[in-house]
C-alpha cells in the first residue's frame, strides 16, 4: 500500500492517467515475479518430494557397521586436525647443526670457522 501512495504522490503534478498507468505496470511486474516464484515453490516442492522419498529407503549400513559413536568421531576429527598442522614449523625444534664444521648449537651462516 504505501508503494501505490508514493506513486501517487510522486506524480502529482502528471495526469492521474500516468499514475495508473505506472500502478498497472508495477502491478504487472509484481504478477510476473508471483508467477515466478510460483514456478520455483512447485520445482522445490517435486525436489522435496524426491528427497523425502530418497530419505524414506533405509540406509542399513550406517545402523550396523559404519555407526561411529560420537567421542570416536571426534577423536578421528582431532588426528586429520593434526596431521594437516604444517610440517615445517615444529613446536620443539632440533638444537641446529652447523652444516659447515658439522657442530651442534649454530648454523652455516653464522660458523665462526667459516671461510670468508
Ligand atoms: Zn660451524
Redesign the pocket.
Known sequence: MELIKQLIQRNSQSPPTEAIRQLAKAAESTIHKVLLLDQEIKGLRAANEKQKRKRATPRSFIATGGALTGAEGQQLAQEAIQAMEPVGVPKKRAPPR?S??H?VG?I?TS????PR
Do not use: K
Open positions: 652447523c659447515n664444521c657442530q649454530h652455516r660458523c665462526p670457522s667459516r
